[in-house]
């Protein structure tokens, strides 16, 4: 005769007089599952993922500038109150004394107020997360400083991009007065 313990005695059920199963029957048993391998439960409880449009910012540099960076700075810069605003992409020396040597790099270059006022945005690798220099100049004088430019964030993107102008040029008092 065998004896049984505690642990190993099924309590009866009520109606249907079906014992309940111990935990390695259950286990041992298989789960009925949809076509695509999932069991009922999990297919229900995991939304399908959206994917993301890519983000502009991962478009080429040149594509980025043009379609993207010129006409938000256009549009926050009129936003400001400038109104004759001419926006360029070039390749170009660095117009400053002491960078002659250097490297052609790309240039955003904005002019207004009847071409008195000039700021220039260099990209020196092409890159909008390479590095990143501004300058400012007044009145058709060459410019004697370049800046660095949205030095410390870890990922620039076009809203950054575009304050920092934006910024730069207020305080400049270039955009508004005190």
Not at 70 to 95: M, Y
Request: with cysteine; net charge neutral; glycine share 6%.
């Amino acid at each position: 005769m065998v004896e049984e313990s505690a642990e190993n005695v099924v309590p009866p059920t009520k109606g249907g007089g079906k014992k309940p199963k111990s935990a390695a029957a259950a286990a041992a048993e298989p789960v009925a599952t949809s076509e695509a391998g999932n069991s009922p439960a999990t297919e229900s409880k995991v939304p399908p993922k959206k994917e993301k449009p890519p983000a502009v910012e991962a478009k080429p540099f040149t594509e980025f500038i043009q379609q993207d960076y010129l006409p938000a700075l256009t549009q926050a810069l009129a936003d400001k109150g400038v109104s004759d605003l001419q926006l360029n992409l070039e390749r170009a020396k660095i117009a400053i004394k002491g960078f002659e040597t250097a490297p052609e790099c790309s240039q955003v270059i904005g002019r207004w107020n009847g071409g008195n006022r000039q700021f220039n945005v260099y990209f020196f690798d092409d890159n909008i997360q390479g590095q990143r220099a501004i300058s400012c100049v007044d009145l058709g004088h060459r410019a004697s400083t370049l800046e660095a430019f949205v030095i410390d964030e870890r990922k620039v993107t076009l809203d950054l991009l575009v304050a920092g102008v934006v910024l730069r040029l207020n305080s400049q008092k270039w955009l508004t007065r005190n």
